[in-house]
């Protein structure tokens, strides 16, 4: 045990918490995940529609939605983590998963709850791509990563039937493009001679 390595608290910490939110949704047979870990459309004096708002990213509907999402956080967050922090990454993470709460609040239709990590898998996808920003240049990967991934989501939200998870995706890595501009805004000036 003493060569093993908590290389990543953030990281770890959130992939442990959704895995126990997982766990007590199979225990409670889903009733925990409609009580506090999916947003949906609910009353203004709903006492837990707000915590909803950022507790979603927690929830997942079943193990392969919970491996999908992080098979990739556990990829490409401890990296994340290393460069910009973990408190960074905790604020970045907070913030994604309250803005695509509550655009899920706002466009979906009633009924419709929204849950898991995915809006978050897309920041950090976006934000990864700005990790080797070089002064006065524009890396190619990143405009590789803009297009092949904002582009899927969007033909995915244009064509299919599921397109509130596609503009989740979407807002999600947007905010992680924006992150990553503001994060970097010192690596985007006139390259040094």
Same mark, same amino acid.
């Given at each position: 045990?003493?060569?093993? %390595?908590?290389?990543?608290?953030?990281?770890?910490?959130?992939?442990?918490?959704?895995?126990?939110? /997982?766990?007590?949704?199979?225990?409670?047979?889903?009733?925990?995940?409609?009580?506090?870990?999916?947003?949906?459309?609910?009353?203004?004096? %709903?006492?837990?529609?707000?915590?909803? $708002?950022?507790?979603?990213?927690?929830?997942?509907?079943?193990?392969?939605?919970?491996?999908?999402?992080?098979?990739?956080?556990?990829?490409?967050?401890?990296? $994340? *983590? *290393?460069?910009?922090?973990?408190?960074?990454?905790?604020?970045?993470?907070?913030?994604?998963?309250?803005?695509? !709460?509550?655009?899920?609040?706002?466009?979906?239709?009633?009924?419709v709850g929204k849950l898991g990590a995915s809006g978050i898998v897309f920041m950090l996808i976006l934000l990864a791509s700005f990790t080797n920003l070089k002064r006065g240049r524009?890396?190619?990967? /990143?405009?590789?990563?803009?297009?092949?991934?904002?582009?899927? *989501?969007?033909?995915?939200?244009?064509?299919? %039937?599921?397109?509130?998870?596609?503009?989740?995706?979407?807002?999600?890595? /947007?905010?992680?493009?924006?992150? !990553?501009?503001?994060?970097?805004?010192?690596?985007? !000036? *006139?390259?040094?001679?």
């Open positions: 045990m003493k060569r093993l %390595d908590f290389n990543s608290p953030v990281i770890l910490s959130f992939a442990g918490i959704c895995f126990l939110v /997982l766990v007590l949704s199979w225990i409670t047979n889903g009733a925990s995940n409609r009580l506090l870990f999916s947003v949906y459309h609910s009353p203004l004096n %709903d006492p837990f529609m707000y915590p909803r $708002l950022f507790f979603h990213a927690l929830g997942h509907a079943n193990l392969a939605h919970y491996i999908n999402n992080f098979m990739l956080i556990l990829l490409i967050g401890p990296m $994340l *983590e *290393e460069r910009y922090g973990g408190q960074s990454l905790i604020v970045m993470m907070i913030i994604t998963a309250f803005i695509t !709460g509550i655009l899920h609040v706002i466009i979906s239709p009633i009924g524009i890396p190619i990967t /990143l405009i590789l990563i803009l297009v092949i991934y904002i582009g899927r *989501e969007i033909h995915g939200a244009v064509t299919l %039937d599921n397109n509130i998870a596609y503009m989740t995706h979407i807002v999600g890595g /947007l905010c992680g493009a924006l992150f !990553g501009f503001v994060l970097n805004k010192d690596t985007w !000036g *006139e390259e040094a001679v």
